[in-house]
């Protein structure tokens, strides 16, 4: 019954920005904090970002902070990611990821010139 549904991916060429979107059903999404994970081509899943359940709270990976912001809104049930000045190692398939340990299926997104 949990469904998280990633968009937003795409091709894109270093420096350029994307948006992701993933949304939430199934569960109460404002009482759950929700993190951004994503895996590069060949390599294992990388923490990117987390927010807490109200949205007041945030944390990066030193590898995005300063280009990535993360956010909600609760009352849409839905998780952003906004991705700026991206670079060739941004490649690979970002997840969803609950805080209760539910993943969605991914977007892919690519940085290449």
């Known amino acids: 019954e949990v469904q998280l549904v990633e968009s937003g991916g795409g091709s894109v060429q270093p420096g350029g920005s994307l948006r992701l979107s993933c949304a939430a059903s199934g569960f109460t999404f404002g009482s759950n904090d929700m993190t951004w994970v994503r895996q590069a081509p060949g390599k294992g899943p990388e923490w990117v970002s987390r927010?807490?359940?109200?949205?007041?709270?945030?944390w990066y990976a030193d590898s995005v902070k300063g280009r990535f912001t993360i956010s909600r809104d609760n009352a849409k049930n839905t998780l952003y990611l906004q991705m700026n000045s991206l670079k060739p190692e941004d490649t690979g398939v970002y997840y969803c990821?609950?805080?209760?340990?539910?993943w969605g299926q991914g977007t892919q997104v690519t940085v290449s010139s």
């Open positions: 927010i807490n359940s109200g949205g007041g709270s945030t």
């Open positions: 990821v609950s805080g209760f340990g539910s």
